[in-house]
Every structure is written in C-alpha cells, then in structure tokens.
C-alpha cells in the first residue's frame, strides 16, 4: 500500500491512540476529576467495573486488582472511612500520614491461595 507520508504519519498517529488500553486507574481518575469531593471506595469501583464493562465473574478478583493499583497510584489519596479523593485536590497533611485507617475500618483479608491477577490478553484493563 502506498501512501503519502503525511497521510501514513497520520494512520501511524491513530493506531497508536487506538491500541492503547485504559487501565482501571486511569478509569477511576476520570471519573474521580469530574467529582467535587472524595467518594467511598465501593461507590469507586461500582462506577469504574460499569464503566469498563468487567464481566460479572471477573468482578472479585479485579476488585482486589483495582484496590492494590489503586494504593500505588499517586494520582490518588487514601482518606478516612475508606474514601478516596485526587491527590491534587488534598493538602500535604491530608494525605501524608502513615496510615489512613481508622480502628472500626475493615480491611480484606486476602487467603493464602490468593494471587494477584495480572491483566493478559483480553482481561488487560
């Protein structure tokens, strides 16, 4: 197939934005940047699993996924009462404590057969 270079930089310029895949982070920020204030995590992930359409039998596992990548991300600050809010949008003391959680908060227990499940092929969020 022959082209015009300016045409093939254009082609090359679309396929590149049209392979790359939204992470479930990334899906959480903009939802979180069209919010004003912070949200529970549950109320997060019901609007992040709906709005990248996980299957129903994926939900648990991407679950547990989406709250680990989610305590890497610096793009996000973990609040009191298990709400989340952007970074960006938090003072220095808000967010720089060393934990966040408060005595009543519950925390996941993850079983010794559980494994964190890495997105491949399709599964890639």
């Known amino acids: 197939m022959h082209c015009r270079e300016a045409n093939c930089i254009i082609w090359r310029g679309i396929h590149r934005i049209m392979s790359t895949k939204v992470t479930m982070t990334d899906t959480a920020y903009n939802i979180m940047s069209k919010r004003k204030k912070e949200v529970e995590f549950p109320k997060l992930w ?49 967010v720089s404590t060393d934990s966040v959680l408060d005595e009543d908060d519950e925390i996941e227990e993850f079983e010794d057969g559980d494994i964190l499940d890495l997105p491949k092929g399709e599964d890639e969020y």
């Not at 305590?71 to 952007?86: H, T």
């Open 46 to 94: 019901a609007d992040v699993a709906k709005s990248m359409k996980i299957p129903e039998e994926k939900l648990s596992r991407k679950k547990r996924q989406f709250y680990a990548e989610l305590m890497e991300d610096r793009r996000f600050a973990s609040l009191k009462g298990n709400k989340w809010d952007l970074r960006s949008r938090r003072s220095y003391s808000e």
